[in-house]
């Protein structure tokens, strides 16, 4: 084990008082630490603008940190040059709100554009990839449920439909680490509960570690094995799910809302 | 704080802008009049222009194709030239737009250096360029191949860019996240999507470049503008007929097949289930066929995307066009090795082109570009009041009776056609030399492109406020006045600075052809071999330009 971040020699994700200052001068986390040991899926919970998602790209990579150290499968994140960055990135399966997908190109080519990591060289088209990866592909589109659309074009489905797209897109890549960036906020409910289902049995099934942000605490419970919750960029909630109620982590919410602007207010009257 | 309704103002007071706007719209009425002296303009003169013109014409009907075979000829030159040139600017933009775009874009140092070559490469017209290389290479059509590439990717270039930097930002950071390098990331996220805009610049230019290379031969470049030209000063009238009628024929037949593959590319339009289209038994057939083959390919579990129809489309307009490309390669007059092996001379003219110096001619250098700027602003006003009309036809939100104002689209775009210093050239042909038959000639072409512009914008303008006007019982008069003129002002103000921006360029050409102003001197210093004049011409062009550019950009604020 190397680097400053990694504690706990099982644990797959290490964060460790993590913060990041834009340049506009947000602080979107503050200070946050956690271990996710092996095989476990968390969901992370907040309001939007609570820093889930900075947080998420602080962990491949796709922004850096301003404090703080994250490591991801032993290697610390912050601290690896762009090639070194390019080889843990394939590693770590990555889902995002908006899908990610280019609507011109057919799923099958949206779904083999995960295993350019793997590949040396830029790739335009379906038959520039070799005939063992998109073999490889048509299973992952099998597996989540889209074999028959393969040849579609991706503007052509659904909301649920785009995001299973993006979800065999990561499982090209085979990850240890899955990422998954408010999967579901842009369907309807659902969509949303046979992606989160999707995600869950496919975690479980190739023992992957898991962080998927919501803001529905509803759908997170029966599904993660571990709530992680951020207000302000801050870590305010971390516990197991099992035996999490739905209407308490909800009063966690509502209370620390309360007491935000009545303190805003306090402070607005001095 | 209250103020009595008989002391209240009943009209607005009056503000600075206005002020402003006043004063701006006076100089230019003095300077409109300044500028119709100085090219000794005069309405009686214009009747008897316009006789001349008609006259010639008689003299030219009926066309003569007795040579079709040359004008065929001459004319497959042209389009090849055209083709040619385009492909030249689309291989020379790819890489500069790569480089200029923020999102792909190497480096801060790579980027201002792309962006900068794309802005100077639009700067100096390309027959002027033709011009140079005609001077460097000798006549032919390669000269004028090299100069349509260069001159386009001020244009191409920048559209290139503008299309990769539109692209979504999702997809890009979707492929970062899985592990891809720079070069993988723009060929799998970006590229994807910029394509369909990138091919219909490539189609647009490759128009525009029709009509830019049919001029061409009047500086020695090749192509049919040649033949035109010959016709004409032997008085060989009718032929000459025929050569403008085959030229224009062709250019309507390309804009209107272009227009139609840009169209269906562009957007969702290229696949039948996402397109807008009209719901036909011919395409519902074609949408069935298509999802029977996409279920074939999945059933079987093919590894190659099955042939849709998109595909079909797709895959058979790149053969098209890659035929057509090998073919002019091979037909067209260039012997390309010679052409590449000589290519190094260009540094030899260039070398000679710095400094710039007038060489004793400054009078003329000053005389020419002021008279250049007197045909730009008399043309461009007169055609603006020949565009305004026939816009108000043309706009189908506006003309109540749509067949009249598709017929009159039809008739615009058609004359659109019509390369401009073609025009000069006959209405020279006509009058005689002078500065007054080229500027009749740009205020023909003012008012074409300018009514597509004034109709394009009237269209745009917002029913919300006409249905309000109408509601209150307004006549169709009154309507037009208080809701579309209003909303129209403001785009106007804004091509009418950029028809003057465009038209000053072309009257700097216009002396090629004997049409007055400062391009008889530009032609004249490349031919004798004077670059270090036709630099410094280029500058004063350029500086005039820049002037206009910015009392456009002033004006625009004082209307925003």
Redesign the interface.
């Known amino acids: 084990m190397q680097g400053v971040g990694v504690r706990g020699g099982d644990a797959v994700i290490s964060i460790a008082s993590l913060s990041k200052r834009f340049p506009n001068g947000t602080l979107a986390v503050d200070k946050v630490s956690f271990d996710v040991p092996a095989g476990q899926v968390v969901g992370l919970l907040g309001l939007s603008g609570s820093g889930k998602s900075t947080l998420m790209r602080l962990v491949?990579g796709?922004h850096k940190p301003t404090g703080g150290h994250v490591s991801v499968l032993g290697r610390v994140v912050d601290e690896c040059r762009s090639a070194e960055?390019?080889?843990?990135?394939?590693d770590?399966g990555?889902i995002?709100q908006?899908?990610?997908?280019?609507?011109?190109?057919?799923c099958?080519e949206n779904v083999l554009?995960?295993?350019?990591?793997r590949?040396r060289?830029?790739?335009?088209g379906?038959?520039s990839y070799p005939?063992a990866l998109?073999?490889q592909a048509?299973e992952n589109l099998e597996r989540v449920g889209l074999?028959?659309?393969?040849?579609?074009?991706a503007?052509?489905l659904s909301g649920g439909q785009m995001q299973r797209v993006?979800i065999a897109?990561s499982l090209?890549?085979q990850p240890k680490v899955l990422l998954a960036d408010e999967p579901v906020a842009s369907l309807d409910p659902e969509s949303s509960v046979q992606v989160l289902d999707l995600i869950s049995r496919i975690a479980r099934e190739d023992n992957m570690t898991v962080l998927c942000s919501l803001h529905q605490v509803e759908l997170a419970i029966g599904r993660t094995d571990r709530l992680i919750g951020l207000r302000d960029g801050q870590l305010i909630l971390d516990r197991l799910t099992a035996g999490a109620d739905q209407a308490e982590i909800m009063a966690l919410y509502r209370r620390t809302g309360t007491a935000q602007s009545v303190e805003t207010r306090v402070n607005q009257l001095a | 704080m209250s103020t009595t309704l008989s002391s209240a103002r009943t009209a607005p007071p009056i503000s600075g802008r206005q002020i402003a706007q006043w004063v701006f719209w006076l100089a230019f009425v003095a300077t409109f009049v300044w500028a119709w002296r100085r090219l000794d303009m005069s309405v009686f003169g214009f009747f008897s222009d316009l006789g001349n013109v008609a006259n010639l014409f008689k003299r030219m009907y009926p066309p003569d194709f007795s040579d079709l075979s040359r004008i065929t000829s001459s004319m497959v030159e042209t389009l090849w030239m055209a083709l040619l040139g385009t492909a030249g600017a689309v291989v020379l933009s790819y890489p500069l737009a790569l480089a200029a775009a923020h999102n792909t874009t190497p480096g801060r140092v790579a980027r201002g250096a792309s962006r900068a070559i794309i802005t100077l490469s639009r700067a100096v017209p390309e027959i002027i360029l033709a011009a140079i290389f005609v001077a460097a290479f000798g006549p032919g059509p390669f000269p004028g191949i090299l100069a349509l590439a260069l001159h386009s990717i001020g244009m191409i270039g920048r559209l290139f860019a503008d299309a990769i930097e539109n692209a979504a930002e999702?997809?890009?950071?979707?492929?970062?996240?899985?592990?891809?390098?720079k070069?993988?990331t723009?060929?799998?996220?970006i590229?994807?999507?910029a394509?369909?805009s990138m091919i219909a610049t490539s189609l647009f230019r490759f128009e525009i470049n029709l009509r830019g290379s049919a001029i061409l031969g009047l500086v020695g470049a090749g192509g049919i503008g040649q033949l035109i030209s010959e016709a004409l000063e032997t008085i060989q009238y009718k032929p000459a007929l025929a050569a403008v009628a085959v030229l224009f024929v062709v250019i309507l037949a390309i804009e209107v097949a272009s227009t139609s593959v840009r169209r269906s590319l562009i957007g969702?339009a290229?696949?039948l289930?996402?397109s807008a289209q009209r719901r036909s038994w011919f395409r519902d057939r074609l949408i069935k066929r298509d999802s029977r083959v996409?279920?074939a390919?999945?059933r079987e579990?093919q590894?190659?995307?099955?042939w849709?129809s998109?595909r079909i489309f797709r895959v058979s307009m790149a053969a098209f066009f890659g035929v057509l490309f090998v073919v002019a390669i091979l037909t067209v007059n260039v012997s390309w090795f010679d052409a590449f092996g000589n290519i190094g001379d260009i540094s030899i003219v260039l070398k000679q082109m710095v400094p710039p110096s007038f060489r004793g001619e400054r009078s003329m250098v000053i005389s020419g570009l002021v008279e250049s700027f007197a045909i730009a602003v008399v043309s461009t006003t007169l055609g603006v009041l020949v565009a305004l009309p026939l816009a108000v036809l043309m706009a189908r939100n506006i003309n109540i009776r749509k067949w009249v104002a598709t017929f009159m689209r039809i008739f615009v775009l058609a004359l659109r056609g019509i390369p401009e210093l073609i025009i000069a050239v006959i209405f020279v042909s006509a009058m005689g030399l002078g500065a007054v038959p080229g500027t009749l000639a740009l205020s023909v072409t003012v008012a074409v492109f300018g009514a597509k512009l004034f109709a394009d914008s009237l269209e745009e303008v917002s029913p919300a406020p006409r249905e309000a006007v109408v509601s209150v019982g307004a006549s169709r008069i009154q309507e037009f006045v208080s809701s579309v003129i209003p909303q129209f002002v403001s785009p106007f103000v804004s091509h009418f600075f950029y028809l003057l921006d465009v038209f000053f360029r072309s009257s700097t050409v216009l002396g090629i052809v004997g049409g007055g102003g400062i391009g008889f001197l530009l032609l004249q210093s490349i031919r004798v071999f004077e670059f270090k004049l036709t630099t410094m011409i280029i500058l004063g062009v350029f500086l005039i330009v820049l002037a206009i550019e910015w009392l456009g950009l002033m004006l625009r604020r004082l209307y925003r």
């Not at chain 1, 028959?148 to 074009?153: D, E, K, P, T, Y």
């Open positions: 491949n796709l960055l390019r080889v843990l990135r394939r770590i990555f995002f908006q899908f990610g997908l280019v609507g011109r190109m057919t099958i554009v995960g295993s350019l990591g590949l060289g830029p790739r335009l379906v038959r005939k998109r073999t048509l074999l028959a659309q393969a040849f579609q074009r503007d052509t993006a897109r090209m890549q | 999702s997809p890009r950071e979707a492929v970062v996240s899985v592990g891809t390098t070069r993988q723009i060929r799998s996220a590229l994807p999507q394509i369909p969702e290229a696949n289930q996402l996409n279920e390919a999945t579990r590894l190659t995307p099955p849709t998109e």
